[in-house]
């Protein structure tokens, strides 16, 4: 999920699980995240993985650093302002699609209508 208004990018525990990384991978981070209603949520570290936007020869690869929470999930991560700034990403959700600048010409992310219902 894009997530425009999100401060951090986030990796739920059971995504984490399913890369075959387990909790010793993670750098211990002694923080809580807080959300709209003020919940507050453990972190339970750092994990950084490389990600890859969009489709050759229009993508850009680099490192994300996402915290990593154990919460029940509605999507594999939350790719949140850091990683889209980074991106310099334009996001249209009337599209389902965001669009940033590659080496090869603009790369392009459309979102599975089917996986988002």
Known sequence: MVHTGSFTDILYLD????LGMMNQDLIPIAST??????DTITLLGIATLPMTFGDKPRTKTFMVPFMVVELPLAYNVIIGRPTLNKLRVVVSTYHRSMKFPTSAGPGEVKSDL???R
């Open 114 to 116: 089917r996986e988002s």
């Open 15 to 18: 995504s984490f699980q399913k």
């Open 33 to 38: 995240l807080t959300g709209y209603t003020r």
